[in-house]
């Protein structure tokens, strides 16, 4: 979710792709540490470690870093690195909240169901879905028991959902419209979903090839044939809402309901029109001024004419 964040932060898709590329050696880099984590981990003898005295069973291995740093390290290291993971992990919940609640309520509600939205309303829908994601989140911390495959699965549905639509953006952005990045949601969710996940109790509905019916899992790279699934669909349905609305096949303004097409719509072309006409004199014509937006009273010239023969467009 971060690195979503810091990409729409940046004011120019140029600058998104360089610190796609530059986080790329970025992520390297930061897998090397918890890489000879795991390696000293795998090699140690936990069997013979004071207070552990036992091997790492498969539920614990999950937990390595933390078994990593109480009883492999000094207690002055296990004291720190432990509160620093604790305040990772508050720092990660918080931010995690207030920025889905506030995706939503600004990319969601307002950029495509309620434009005209006030500032108190947007507000008020802002501490509602606060409230509706922190009680999803803490139903998901009682029922799952654990932060790894959490963790896990958010970079799941992250590549097989948000990944097609981040993609494209970036490197389409005159191509893709709302319409496609809906229909690309829901086709990557529900194929996931169909896909089964065994630790949520989700049975796979599509059985891919090489699936194991003993273990119930999925040896097919499904995850990925979801997410081109989601990839083709957004460029199908972004290509064909933007032919179908250019063309003329669709009216702007009665069917485009997300207002991806502004610049088709009759009411709006009538609305600039009024504004710009608002530059006009009764009794002549303003000539243009260095300062964009203002008009200069001084510079009124006379015309017998009418207004509206003199105005081009």
């Known amino acids: 979710m971060g690195y979503f964040q810091r990409i729409f932060s940046m004011k120019t898709t140029k600058g998104a792709q360089i610190l796609s590329v530059v986080s790329f050696f970025g992520c390297i880099a930061m897998a090397v540490p918890p890489a000879f984590i795991g390696v000293i981990a795998k090699n140690t003898d936990w069997s013979s470690i004071q207070g552990f005295q036992r091997n790492v069973s498969e539920s614990e291995g999950e937990i390595i870093l933390p078994l990593v740093l ?88 992250i590549y097989v ?45 599509l059985k891919f090839p090489y699936y194991d019916i003993v273990t119930q899992t999925q040896k097919f790279p499904f995850k990925t044939l979801c997410m081109l699934c989601a990839l083709s669909a957004h460029m199908l349905t972004s290509t064909a809402a933007r032919f179908l609305f250019e063309r003329g096949y669709l009216d702007a303004d009665k069917c485009d309901i997300l207002n991806s097409f502004p610049h088709l719509s009759r009411t709006n ?16 014509i303003y000539t243009k001024t260095d300062k964009q937006g203002t008009v200069n009273i001084a510079a009124v010239t006379d015309s017998t004419h009418d207004v509206r023969s003199n105005y081009v467009r």
């Not at 990557?188 to 109790?201: S, V």
Request: aromatic share 10%; charged share 15%; glycine share 8%.
């Open 70 to 157: 109480r009883y492999l390290t000094p207690n002055w290291v296990s004291f720190v690195g432990l509160g620093a993971i604790s305040a990772a992990v508050m720092s990660s919940a918080d931010a995690s909240i207030l920025s889905s609640s506030s995706m939503f309520s600004r990319n969601i509600y307002k950029a495509a169901f309620r434009p005209k939205a006030s500032d108190r309303e947007m507000l008020w829908v802002l501490r509602i879905t606060v409230i509706v994601i922190a009680t999803c989140g803490a139903i998901v911390a009682l029922t799952v028991g654990s932060v790894y495959y959490l963790s896990y699965l958010c970079a799941d549905l």
């Open 161 to 205: 959902i948000l990944f097609p639509q981040l993609l494209l953006i970036i490197h389409w952005p005159h191509g893709v419209n709302t319409y496609g990045c809906l229909v690309s949601y829901f086709v990557g969710l529900f194929l996931r979903i169909l896909g089964g996940e065994k630790r949520l109790g989700i049975p796979a509905v």
């Open 269 to 284: 072309s009538d609305t600039r029109l009024d504004k710009e006409s608002q530059e006009l004199s009764l009794s002549g």
